[in-house]
């Protein structure tokens, strides 16, 4: 026998869109249950990477300064190698604002760090190792989701679903929502090198015909 839980709104995917859609629903007053199939945010992302408009609505949200306590790296401009000239890409340091920087950080810091915020509402449940399943539907309208917990099986009642459980998301596969694939005429190698004190802070790239680094 499958439990049942029910709110306004459920985000199957807890990742920086469903957590923080989450978030800033339940701060809105509604009811929401985000669904997080893993254990703890403590993986490997191609991404760490907290850009201007992200800081800039952490600041209209009150969490700024607090979010800027943790471990951060600051870049204000980007460069590009193009051949053997050098050609600044991005100045970010020219925005208005504190905000004119990317901050460098562990994504899963950003997540814990939503999630501690977001745990405070009353309104709000994250319920981790928790995977949607299925759509839940009456008639041709989607009225829940259908999940897997470490209990078991659940089903969870949401007059609002959203999906947020990536490129391969079942949820859009179970709505039956079409999809383009664009593709990418390249393959790409991502890998990781430490940084020492006395490197640059701002970040660049090497582009030649047919490579880029």
């Known amino acids: 026998m499958s439990a049942t839980l029910s709110a306004q709104c459920c985000v199957v995917g807890g990742g920086p869109a469903g957590l923080m859609a989450g978030f800033l629903l339940a701060r809105a007053g509604v009811d929401v249950i985000v669904l997080e199939k893993h254990a703890d945010f403590l993986r490997d992302f191609r991404g760490d990477t907290i850009h201007p408009s992200t800081l800039r609505i952490m600041d209209e949200l009150g969490l700024l300064d607090e979010f800027l306590r943790l471990p951060h790296h600051k870049t204000y401009e980007l460069s590009a190698w193009i051949g053997e000239r050098q050609y600044k890409v991005a100045d970010f340091s020219s925005l208005p604002g504190k905000c ?96 020492k004190e006395s490197d640059p802070d701002e970040s660049f790239g090497r582009i030649a015909p047919g490579r880029m680094l």
């Open 100 to 195: 004119n920087f990317i901050a460098f950080m562990p994504q899963w810091d950003f997540l814990d760090f939503i999630a501690e915020h977001a745990r405070a509402l009353p309104n709000f449940r994250l319920l981790m190792q928790t995977a949607g399943e299925r759509l839940l539907f009456d008639g041709e309208r989607v009225c829940g989701v259908s999940a897997t917990g470490p209990e078991g099986e659940l089903n969870i009642e949401a007059k609002l679903v959203i999906a947020a459980d990536g490129r391969s998301s079942r949820m859009r596969e179970d709505a039956k929502l079409p999809v383009e694939d664009f593709g990418a005429p390249m393959d790409v190698l991502w890998f990781k090198l430490p940084r």
